[in-house]
C-alpha cells in the first residue's frame, strides 16, 4: 500500500499564502497531484506533476498556485497565493503510476488522508 502524508493546511484570511506538502512513502510515482473537495461538490483538480516533466492546473487556480516536486524528498507541493474563500476545500494529495491528468481523478489509486485549507473574507 502506497502511503501519502500531507501537510500544511490551515487557516488564512482572503489574499494570504498557504503551502502543502505530500510526501509520499515509496519510490518517486509517475504522477502526483493534487485535488480538493467541497461537501456536495465534486473533486475538482488543482495541479498534476508527471515525473520530469512540469505540473499543469486547473482552471480556477492558474497564475495563483504552483506546483513542485522535489525527488530526494519524493515530496510535490502547492504554493497557494493570493486565496479567496472559493478555495476553501479539503486539499488531497493523489498518486498514479500510469496516467498524469488534473481534469479527472480516475487512475489515481493512491490518496492521501486530506488536508483542510479554510480561507475567511
Known amino acids: 500500500q502506497v502511503q501519502l502524508v500531507e501537510s500544511g493546511g490551515g487557516s488564512v484570511q482572503a489574499g494570504g499564502s498557504l503551502n502543502l506538502s505530500c510526501t509520499i512513502a515509496?519510490?518517486?510515482?509517475?504522477?502526483m497531484a493534487w485535488f480538493r473537495q467541497t461537501p456536495g461538490k465534486e473533486r475538482e483538480g488543482v495541479a498534476s506533476?508527471?515525473?520530469?516533466?512540469?505540473?499543469f492546473y486547473g482552471d480556477s487556480v492558474k497564475g495563483r498556485f504552483t506546483a513542485s516536486r522535489d525527488y530526494v524528498k519524493r515530496t510535490l507541493y502547492l504554493q497557494m497565493n493570493n486565496l479567496t474563500t472559493e478555495d476553501t476545500a479539503t486539499y488531497y494529495c493523489?498518486?498514479?503510476?500510469?496516467?498524469?491528468?488534473?481534469?479527472?481523478?480516475?487512475?489515481?489509486?493512491?490518496w492521501g488522508q486530506g488536508t483542510q485549507v479554510t480561507v475567511s473574507s
Open positions: 506533476f508527471v515525473l520530469g516533466g512540469r505540473p
Open positions: 493523489a498518486a498514479s503510476s500510469t496516467v498524469c491528468r488534473v481534469h479527472t481523478d480516475d487512475g489515481f489509486p493512491y
Open positions: 515509496a519510490a518517486n510515482m509517475y504522477c
